[in-house]
Structures are given as C-alpha cells and as structure tokens.
C-alpha cells in the first residue's frame, strides 16, 4: 500500500519569504511525527499530532514554525518568515498507536528546503 | 536528558567483513531501542527494534542489535557486509511518555570498499 508521502520533494525560498510543507501520512494511522534533519544537527523532533489530542509542540525551534493536521489526516508545516538556518531537510513520519511499547514509525521521503 | 550517542560519524568496512556499530543512550527509564538506515535519496527504513525481553534482536539484512543495560549500549552488527549496506544509521531512543517520539544519534555513515 502507499507509504507516507510529503510534498514538495524539494522547496527553494529566499529568505524572509513563508513556506507550507505537506505530509499525508499513511490511511489509519493516528499519529503523525514532523522531524528535521540538518547538517551539524542530526535528526531532531519538532512536533506530535496524536488523535484528537493537543499537538505536542515542544521540539518546534521558534514561534515562526507552526503545523496543523487537518481531519486527522494531511499535515502541514509551515515556516514564517525562513532563515538560512530552517535549510534542512524535513520529514514526516506516522504509525499507529501502540498498547505495548512505541509503534513502529513509518517515514516520508522528506522536503529538502533551501533558503537562500 | 534525554541523549543518543553514536561515537563514529564514519566507518569504512571491506565487503564481506564484520560491522559493528556503536550506539550509546542516556535515559532515566526503561529505552525503547531502535535502528534506522538511511539510503542516499531514499527515506528512513527501521532495521530492528528493542522493547524488552531478549536482548539480542534480529532485524532485516541480516542485522542484529544486543541490549546491555549494564553499559546503556545498543551496538548493530552484522557479520558479513555487502556492497549494498552503504548508507548512513541511526540509532534511537523512544520516549513513551513523551508521545513516543524519537530521539535519535547524529548518525554513522558506513562506507563499503570492494
């Protein structure tokens, strides 16, 4: 079946310009995961959609990143106002919810964002 | 808080020589362990995970990862490396009480030589 795809592939911005990085996740899965992965920084979480639950924002670096689910499906991440420093790649990730122990992750190909 | 360390940024193994990579974690509470790989162009793909129970645990490729509590190490290995294993791991850390979200190493790149 289709995996999890995230839209664009890759996003070339200048800087100061607002971008929207789109994540569908795959049919049924309730959990959705946003991660960054920069050069010098590795992988880091930015933000957890669970349910109809409050997002977990705690890894979002700044009040210029925000995402939204919409429906409990699609997710969009969207940077204000883009630095040279937001150049990473992006990728989303969802799974199920688990019982027992953490639910395996499934990941996107990831946005490669560029600003300029 | 909650960290993962991957000491080796690089690694170059001969193809059908033994691999191990290392993986340490610092976490108050019982880990959840993960390996992920992650080929060039291509998304991240989980290897093998650890809940509890047996510490050895098998993944795909032909990949193994043992639990030590005793050293917070979760070191992947494999005994024989192909052409193909090149690519960049990472190892993980799942928070369950923080939404089961990840923390993950820097990564380790594995070159293979012919």
């Known amino acids: 079946g289709a995996g999890v795809s995230q839209s664009p592939s890759n996003k070339v911005t200048e800087k100061g310009k607002d971008v929207e990085l789109r994540c569908d996740p795959i049919?049924?899965?309730?959990?959705l995961y946003w991660y960054r992965q920069s050069l010098g920084q590795g992988l880091e979480f930015l933000i957890y959609f669970q349910g109809n639950s409050a997002p977990d924002k705690s890894g979002l670096p700044s009040d210029r990143f925000s995402a939204e689910r919409t429906g409990g499906s699609v997710s969009t991440l969207t940077i204000q106002r883009t630095q040279q420093e937001d150049s990473a790649v992006y990728l989303c990730a969802s799974s199920l919810e688990s019982a027992s122990g953490p639910p395996r992750q499934y990941f996107g190909p990831g946005t490669r964002l560029t600003v300029l | 808080a909650q960290s993962v360390t991957q000491p080796d940024i690089h690694i170059t193994v001969s193809e059908g020589a033994s691999l191990e990579l290392r993986c340490n974690y610092s976490y108050g509470a019982t880990p959840y362990l993960f390996w992920y790989v992650q080929s060039p162009g291509q998304g991240l793909q989980l290897l093998l995970k650890?809940?509890?129970?047996?510490?050895l645990v098998q993944g795909i490729k032909g990949f193994e990862a043992e639990f030590k509590r005793s050293q917070s190490s979760f070191n992947l290995r494999k005994p024989s490396v192909h052409w193909s294993d090149a690519a960049e791991y990472f190892c993980?850390?799942?928070?369950?009480?923080?939404?089961?979200?990840?923390?993950f190493g820097a990564g380790t790149i594995l070159r293979v030589k012919s």
């Open positions: 049919s049924g899965h309730t959990a």
């Open positions: 650890y809940f509890s129970g047996d510490t």
């Open positions: 993980a850390v799942g928070l369950m009480e923080y939404g089961n979200k990840l923390v």
